[in-house]
T-cell receptor
Framework: NAGVMQNPRHLVRRRGQEARLRCSPM?????VYWYRQLPEEGLKFMVY????????ESGMPKERFSAEFPKEGPSILRIQQVVRGDSAAYFC?????????????FGSGTRLTVV | DAKTTQPTSMDCAEGRAANLPCNHS???????VYWYRQIHSQGPQYIIH???NNETNEMASLIITEDRKSSTLILPHATLRDTAVYYC???????????????FGDGTTLTVKP
């Protein structure tokens, strides 16, 4: 049973380009969470999704950021027109429909560098 | 949503017990206490969680005060590989509520020294 898979592990984008970060949750997990970690800071919640639904996007910047978790395929975090301040590690976590043991299971993250 | 407060950093001698405190004075009745750790820049790793009873697993023990306003994570025999940032969060048992409000804060940086 593979863990939470995130790709790419590292992503370099020039200012103004788009960044697409993918997250495949653990098998049987239907809840996905995205967190951002700026250098030398803690994890900040961005968005919580279930299949085809955004449950809570209160941590998501109002502009340029969007997230989806389609019926088929991975969850996608999309950042349009990236700026240097978007450089960070983006972690995805998943959990089963019930609380389950352990709560979240995290992926290894995508490190976005905007140059 | 309940917030947590943790000391910024702690040191521990290798082989000794590491006791990491967490305050969650506004925790509500349906919220669990979870502990995670992040080693270097890896993804956070689940350690343990509890509601009101003390819990123990192969990694650690969790002591929750009777009023549930604080808890302590205990690593019984710390090793150098336990050096990490430790996060204490609270999270409702019902994931269909606003579970996304479980922010991690800045955690405690534990440094285990030889």
């Amino acid at each position: 049973n593979a863990g939470v898979m995130q790709n790419p592990r590292h992503l370099v984008r020039r200012r103004g380009q788009e960044a697409r970060l993918r997250c495949s949750p653990m098998k049987g997990h239907s809840h996905v969470y995205w967190y951002r970690q700026l250098p030398e800071e803690g994890l900040k919640f961005m968005v919580y999704l279930q299949k085809e639904n955004i449950i809570d996007e209160s941590g998501m910047p109002k502009e340029r950021f969007s997230a989806e978790f389609p019926k088929e395929g991975p969850s996608i975090l999309r950042i349009q027109q990236v700026v240097r301040g978007d450089s960070a590690a983006y972690f995805c976590a998943s959990s089963p429909p019930n609380r389950g043991k352990g709560g979240y299971t995290f992926g290894s993250g995508t490190r976005l560098t905007v140059v | 949503d309940a917030k947590t407060t943790q000391p910024t950093s702690m040191d521990c001698a290798e082989g000794r017990a590491a006791n990491l405190p967490c305050n969650h004075s506004t925790i509500s009745g349906n919220e669990y206490v979870y502990w995670y750790r992040q080693i270097h820049s890896q993804g956070p790793q689940y350690i343990i969680h509890g509601l009101k009873n003390n819990e123990t697993n192969e990694m650690a023990s969790l002591i929750i005060t009777e009023d549930r306003k604080s808890s302590t994570l205990i690593l019984p025999h710390a090793t150098l590989r336990d050096t990490a940032v430790y996060y204490c969060i609270v999270r409702p048992s019902d994931l269909n509520t606003n579970a996304g409000k479980s922010t991690f804060g800045d955690g405690t940086t534990l440094t285990v020294k030889p």
